[in-house]
């Protein structure tokens, strides 16, 4: 069924290392204190673990416990949930975002550009398509973390109304997260929305949220507060949309491309 608008939950939490139980333990009672109807949850990368390089300590198999958690929390919100975990499949490691369903039906996207800075390349394989998600007559394209400073990559060729990262990315370069998520909602007319993890992980590395919602005029629309654990709902109308689209009508220019890996 068709929806006007898209209620999204926006999830900024710190993450335990390498501990999916734990993680799924304090997820659930987190999103358990949303009482307000939301259409979507969305976690962090790398919600089970933070961002290990330990991708054997703690993958999953898309039949595993965490899926199986995710299916029935989907379910009893009556929302589809989406994050990234780490998933074993056919002997490799994939930085995977799931999209569950209430329905119990999963979407999936595995990270294209994996963090080369941090060694991700040398232990995950990395993905070669983008997918775009129908929930509710709304088209979302998942992304993840580092795929964020590649637009190409981004670029609205699906038409897509929303473009949703989830990140785990460190405070000392915040300043980029913020510029071009904004960007990626002007240059595409999409809303664009990033959920990043806050507190310290194994390795000392700080991560202090801004998780943002834009519009597709870059407005922004959510007000989180810095490195803090909070959760935020932004209401998305597929009437702004087509106003600013059918108005301004600068997707009609872009430029055409191919891609090639």
């Known amino acids: 069924m068709e929806s006007q608008e898209l209620k999204v939950a926006l999830v900024q939490t710190n993450l335990i290392w390498e501990n999916p139980a734990q993680n799924r333990t304090q997820l659930a009672e987190k999103i358990n204190t949303i009482t307000d109807v939301v259409d979507i949850i969305v976690l962090p990368e790398m919600f089970t673990s933070g961002f290990t390089m330990n991708p054997q300590n703690v993958a999953e198999t898309m039949d595993g416990e965490t899926i199986t958690w995710l299916k029935e929390l989907a379910t009893s919100k009556n929302a589809a949930i989406t994050g990234s975990l780490v998933i074993s499949e056919n002997g490799n490691h994939y930085n995977r975002s799931v999209f569950v369903l209430p329905s119990g039906k999963i979407e999936t996207y595995d990270k294209k550009h994996t963090f080369t800075l941090a060694g991700e390349h040398k ?10 998600i129908e929930y509710k007559g709304w088209k979302i394209c998942p992304l993840i973390c580092y795929d964020l400073r590649f637009p190409v990559w981004a670029r609205n060729v699906e038409d897509y109304d ?60 959510t007000n989180i507060t810095s490195g803090k654990e909070e959760i935020e709902i932004v209401t998305l109308t597929k009437e702004h949309i087509a106003t600013y689209r059918n108005k301004l009508k600068f997707l009609d220019d872009k430029d055409a491309f191919t891609l090639h890996s």
């Open 123 to 132: 232990v995950y394989k990395a993905g070669t398509s983008k997918n775009s």
């Open 162 to 221: 929303v473009l949703l990262y989830v990140a785990n990315w460190p405070k000392p370069r915040v300043s980029a997260w913020d510029a071009l998520l904004k960007a990626r909602a002007i240059e595409n007319m999409s809303y664009c929305i990033g959920v990043n993890r806050v507190g310290l992980d194994a390795n000392s590395l700080e991560y202090c949220g801004h998780s943002a919602a834009y519009d597709v005029l870059g407005e922004q629309l």
